[in-house]
């Protein structure tokens, strides 16, 4: 252990902090001493005794940043208990919507550079690991300069696992105005239907690409996944078109998901769709180009029209 | 209405790409073009920003005086475009080209700036925040629809549940996602235009920036090593002649999903 003092920045939500805020902190007890949460939103001292049980022993909760954007104000938060004396040798950023965002600020805040789009890390928090080129390469970097390192980190990385501890102690501090920056507000929020298990947590997870053909086809997409207790997935191509909504999507700039089985619909396999499936324990792929990339990823490939081998799936599994 | 387009020129990602092997930065040495994701904030600008006096200038950074993605994006319509081109600048991490880029923008006094979510080949995805917090305005990343009324951006912005609606005073800052527009092709007429518009090419120095902030120094940061990742084996491949559907359903009993 080479760090003492690692922060975790904690997004949680109603229903506790996110996976991806457990992977971190479990990474991060490895890594440091110590390990303190940073958490927003007000309910934050609800949330100690799960942060305590991943390894969290302290929890600044920034309390509640109302209809703001959080980006700038908890950013500032932060910047003023770095500024305040606190001295973090590392922090943790989930690579989410509003983790960005807060580790872009905090970084011009403090004037120290990022490194982002991490997917490993050695056990002294020193260097890390980053997938090149649909994770044909591994890049290896680090800091050479003074810390704080400022590190975000994507979904799935590590595994989260309890550590069993006790829950954390809760140090309220004042989040001081962040004025014009944080400007931006939530009106409404709206949310999209889901039934079945969530993307990124499902066993199962059938994918659909452009080769369904069309929006309606989708529909194959979700009969499978709803018989196989899966989550249905998609390519962003389809999403760009509209087929689906955007939480559906599987990549880079989409989902990380790591089922047991992956199956891929109508999917050519681009580097960018890869990375975000390729770590399935499993991968089953229907194409009808034989020479698609999908295929090198692939347990089990079916070179065939989905209109066909799906329907014909889809009838086996019902007569079951 | 001036809208700041932030513009950036890539290797072609059909081509193949490599890390150098000595210094671990991409190799940028072949022809730039547009990167595809910035040509929906492109295309955003040219809506938002069509009224008389409206003007959308686009900005970037790229080595050797790189033009030609800018002259996609001016053949789109952008009225300008500020280019930052400076040997110092090779190695620059995010946070040093988020201090170039806000230090070009604050030159167009813009009441909107517009960049993508994240580039295509270098995909931090902080240089939104990033310029936002250097130049002091809000921000508002993930954009999947946007709209100007008055003095107000409303953006409806993606999130794991579905979308936020969000309001923000102008001037801001607003990352969009692919899909928010459908971005026009550059027709022959815009073509021609495009070589004439300008092109203002400034150094770091005109900037005002210091070296050391830039560069490989300046990114406080080192790739120390670049291997090939475990190659996932590909499996059984087999020809769907009717048959295909019970394949996969005797996969699914071995594995004992079913
Ligand atoms: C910066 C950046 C980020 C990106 N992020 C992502 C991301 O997060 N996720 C992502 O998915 N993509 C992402 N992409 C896009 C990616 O590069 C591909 O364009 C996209 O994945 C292609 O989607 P697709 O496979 O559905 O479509 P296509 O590439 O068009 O493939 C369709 C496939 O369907 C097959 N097909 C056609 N008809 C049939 C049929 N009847 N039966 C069976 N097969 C059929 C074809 O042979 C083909 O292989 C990103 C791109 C960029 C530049
Ligand atoms: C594989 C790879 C990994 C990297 N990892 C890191 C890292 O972990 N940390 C780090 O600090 N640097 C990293 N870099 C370097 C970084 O990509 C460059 O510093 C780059 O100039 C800016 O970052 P970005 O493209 O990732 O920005 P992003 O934040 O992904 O870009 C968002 C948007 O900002 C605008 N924009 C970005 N750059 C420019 C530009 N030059 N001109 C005009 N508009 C622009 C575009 O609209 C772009 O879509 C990496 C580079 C590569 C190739």
Redesign the interface.
């Known amino acids: 252990m080479a760090l003492d003092n690692v922060w975790v920045l904690a997004e949680t939500g109603e229903a506790g902090p996110t996976s991806l805020s457990l992977e971190l902190l479990t990474k991060a007890r490895t890594i440091g001493a110590s390990v303190t949460a940073v958490a927003w939103g007000g309910g934050a001292a609800e949330h100690a005794a799960v942060l305590g049980e991943y390894g969290a022993t302290k929890v600044y909760d920034l309390g509640d940043t109302g209809e703001a954007?959080p980006?700038?104000p908890v950013?500032s938060a932060m910047a003023a208990l770095v500024e305040g004396g606190e001295r973090p040798d590392a922090i943790l950023f989930p690579?989410?919507?509003d983790g960005?965002?807060?580790?872009?600020?905090l970084?011009?805040?403090l004037?120290?550079?990022?490194?982002?789009?991490i997917v490993g890390m050695s056990d002294d928090g020193l260097?890390t690991q980053h997938?090149?080129?649909g994770?044909?390469?591994?890049?290896?970097?680090?800091?050479?300069?003074?810390g704080p390192f400022l590190y975000?980190v994507r979904a799935k990385s590590f595994a989260a696992e309890s550590a069993g501890g006790g829950p954390a102690e809760v140090v309220q501090t004042a989040a001081p105005e962040a004025g014009?920056?944080?400007?931006?507000?939530?009106?409404?929020?709206?949310?999209?239907e889901r039934s079945g298990p969530k993307l990124d947590e499902a066993?199962?997870v059938v994918s659909g690409g452009r080769g369904l053909g069309s929006a309606d086809s989708y529909e194959l997409i979700e009969q499978l996944a709803k018989l196989?207790n899966g989550a249905p997935g998609a390519s962003?191509a389809i999403?760009?078109a509209?087929w689906v909504?955007?939480?559906r999507q599987v990549g880079?700039?989409g989902k990380t998901v790591k089922p047991?089985?992956y199956?891929a619909c109508g999917i050519s396999g681009a580097t960018q769709h890869l990375v975000g499936m390729?770590g399935s324990k499993?991968i089953?792929a229907?194409n009808k180009d034989?020479d698609a990339p999908i295929?090198?990823?692939?347990?089990?490939?079916?070179?065939?029209?989905v209109h066909?081998?799906?329907p014909?799936?889809i009838?086996?599994?019902k007569s079951? | 209405m001036n809208v700041v387009v932030c513009v950036k020129q890539i290797p072609d990602p059909a081509a193949p790409s490599a890390l150098d092997p000595v210094t671990h930065n991409l190799d940028r040495s072949g022809k730039l073009i547009l990167d595809d994701s910035d040509s929906y904030g492109v295309e955003m600008g040219l809506q938002l920003a069509s009224g008389d006096g409206d003007e959308v200038i686009l900005v970037s950074m790229a080595p050797g005086g790189e033009t030609s993605g800018l002259r996609t994006a001016l053949a789109m319509g952008a009225a300008r475009a500020i280019l930052v081109s400076d040997d110092a600048l090779s190695g620059t991490d995010s946070l040093g080209t988020a201090k170039v880029l806000a230090a070009a923008i604050s030159r167009a006094e813009p009441d909107l700036v517009l960049t993508a979510t994240e580039s295509t080949d270098g995909y931090t995805g902080t240089i939104p925040a990033q310029i936002a917090e250097l130049l002091g305005l809000p921000s508002v990343t993930f954009a999947k629809k946007i709209a100007v009324d008055g003095s107000t951006v409303r953006v409806e912005r993606q999130t794991e549940a579905g979308f936020d609606e969000v309001e923000c005073p102008l001037p801001a800052v607003v990352s969009v996602t692919a899909g928010v527009v459908e971005p026009r092709y550059p027709s022959f007429k815009g073509i021609m235009a495009a070589k004439s518009k300008p092109v203002d090419v400034l150094a770091v120095a005109d900037l005002g920036i210091e070296g050391g902030q830039v560069g490989s120094a300046g990114a406080r940061q080192e790739v120390t090593d670049v291997a090939d990742a475990e190659a996932r084996e590909g499996g059984e491949i087999v020809v769907d002649e009717g048959n295909g559907a019970e394949r996969i359903l005797a996969f699914l009993e071995e594995l004992k999903v079913i």
């Open positions: 954007l980006g700038a950013a690579a989410s919507y960005r965002d807060v580790a872009g600020r970084s011009v805040k004037d120290r550079p990022v490194i982002t789009n260097s997938s090149l080129f994770g044909s390469q591994t890049a290896t970097a680090r800091f050479t300069g003074e975000v014009p920056t944080a400007a931006a507000r939530v009106v409404s929020r709206h949310v999209e066993g199962v196989l962003r999403v760009d509209g909504p955007y939480a880079q700039t047991n089985l199956l390729k499993h089953v229907v034989q295929f090198s990823v692939a347990d089990l490939g079916i070179v065939g029209d066909k081998v799906l014909a799936l009838e086996a599994l079951r």
